[in-house]
Structure formats: C-alpha cells, structure tokens
C-alpha cells in the first residue's frame, strides 16, 4: 500500500489593501484646509519658509513666485551679531535688552564690535515686546502676562512684579506713571507703575466707537503728554493723556478706510510714522499737529511688505520690514526721502536706535 504524503494546504490569494476614495478625498481636503489656515495666520512668507525649511526648495527664487524686497543695501554696515530666534528689544545706556524666546538677555553693546551676554532671566512665555525705564524692564510676555524686572544689576535681573488680568500683551509704552498696553480684543488697557514693585489696575475700559465693531490693540507709543494706539480694526487712534490714569480720545485715522492688519509706529513731536501692510498701507507719515492725525505723504512698498518696528530720531525714521532696514529723512514731512536700505534673508523682528547705531533683531534659520 502506498503510503500518502500530505500535501500543504494551499494559501488563499493575498488581498491588496485599497484606499477608499472617499478617504483619500477627506486626508487631501483636511490637508488644504490646514495649508489654508496656515497661510491665512501665518502669512505667505512663513509658509514659503516651512517649505524651504522641509524641502531645501526657495519658492521665493523662483521667477513665477517672485516677490520684491529692498533694494541691496547702500551705506550700511554690520558690525556685529548676536545669533540665535530674537523677537524683541531694547537700549538703555551701553546694555541691549533682548528677548530671546521666553529668555531676557542683557547684553552689553558698550563697544558694539564686541558685544556681551552680562545676564539672562527665563520667563514664563514668549517676549514680544520690552521697554526700560529708571532701572526696570516691562516685558510683554505673552501668557505670562506684563512683568517688570529690576535691571538695576545688570548681571542679576530679577522679577519684582507681574500683571496677569488681561489678555496676552503685544507691545507696551511707559508714561510718567503708567503704563499703557495694547492687550488684543481687550483693546488698551492701563496699569499704574508709580511703584514698580507694586503696580495696580487703573479704572479704565477701553471701547470701540461703535458697538458692532471689534478692537484688536497691536502697537502704542508715547511723545510728551500724547498716547498712539495702533488698532487693526479701528486704525490710529490718538489720546491725550495730560491725565495718566483718564486717557481722552483725541482722532483718530484709518490707512485705505480701514485698521492696520499688521505693522508699527513711532511718534516724535507732531510727527507720526505708520509702516502698516502692503499694497493698501506701506509707510505713512502723519501730522498729529492740532491733535488731528493728517496723512502728510506715503511711501510706496512692495507686495507682501510689512513693517515691524519704528523709531524716529531727530527727523529721521528707522523702519525694521519683513525684508530689511529703512532710513527715511523726514524732516519734510510732505517730501520723505529714502536715504539707505538694508536687506536681510528674513526680515527684522524689532529694532531700536541710539545715537548713530541701530541696534537690530533677526531670525534665524
């Protein structure tokens, strides 16, 4: 009798695993949303930089997405760098007060080719905004609130008090007593600092014109005994604060009908300079005489500008852009002069200016 081998079972055809259509449909439609999003908060450029930052491929030097920049640069130097993701700063005397992320550097710019970290102090959320006055910082922290540093040291900065009550705070300006903060949907919002150590809310409710409108405070700044609120649904709005703690609504002025999406100001006497967003704003210079804002004379930007800080010095306007450094003569209001220019890979975050140098921020890559 023969004997049977047994023989294996044979193995069932392998199934190939297929995508629904109706899946692939809602990953590719969930994807553009999200790119949409991304593009709609975060601006054009910073998706052109994610992209470059995956891929090594620059969408921004490609002839069928070429976007204007400054001219290169005509009679500026730089003669030193601090390295590293800045976002915000400030001088006082020979130290540099810089944000660093959630960390305060104090660097001393005293010679500015040899510059030097002297102290730090790591806060709880993301600078974005800093002013110093007699020996205190007033630091725009983000969730962390307002705080105030004692930089009386400048090699041991240390916190003295915080203002958490509001929503996150985007820029500050410090008057005689008080300090006045553009704090988003909250609009201004006002803290009396005559003592640093101990600051308290001041009875002051910020309000839009019209009760179907919105307020979204971005930028403030001070000359003398007038307060300039930059609002990206109410535009400029300017106050008199002869009274710290009791602001009185002067005028106000809107770029093309409309608030500033974006963008920074700097006032010096009756003068104002707006760099706001381009095509509908670019860089404004305003008479503020009569407390009237008056748009004097405008300057032309590329697309896809826009500024993100001010300063103005003895008739002269320091702009920090998206894509590099302005000087601006405007002691003719009527007739500004663009004097040099200064292109950087990715933009300045903040600047400020003493004397003859420009102390500047950068992000880096």
Known sequence: MEEQVSQPAPKAPGRRVRISPLLMMWVTVSAFIVVAAYVQSAGLWRLAAFTQWMTGYDIFSQKRFDIPRLPPSKNIDVVAQKGGKLSAIEVAGQYAYIGAGETLLVVNIQDPKHIETVG??????????IKVE???????????????????????????????????????????????????MNGL???????????????????????????????????TDRLCVIDEDQGLRLFDIKNPRSPVKLGDW??????????????????????????????????IEANKPQLASSLDVPTYWYGTGAKIRNGFAFIGTSSGLMIIDIHDRKKPKTLSTSTVVTGIVDLDVRRHKTVRDHKYR
């Open 120 to 129: 730090s102090l790591l806060l709880l959320g993301q600078i974005s905004n």
């Open 134 to 184: 007699r020996n205190f910082a007033y630091v725009c922290n983000g969730r962390g609130g307002l705080r105030i540093i004692d930089v009386s040291r400048p090699d041991s900065p240390h916190e003295v008090a915080a203002y958490g009550h509001m929503a996150a705070p985007k820029n500050v300006a410090i008057g005689a007593e008080c300090a006045y903060i553009a704090s988003g």
């Open 189 to 223: 919002e006002i803290i009396d600092v005559k003592n640093p150590t101990s600051p308290s809310t001041v009875n002051f409710k910020d309000t839009p014109e019209k009760s179907s409108e919105t307020m979204d405070a971005l930028n403030v700044c001070i000359d």
């Open 254 to 287: 809107k770029a093309g009908g409309r608030g500033l999406r974006r963008g920074a100001a700097a006032v010096e006497g009756n003068t104002m300079v707006i760099a706001g967003d381009s095509p509908d704003a670019g860089i404004s210079i305003l008479s």
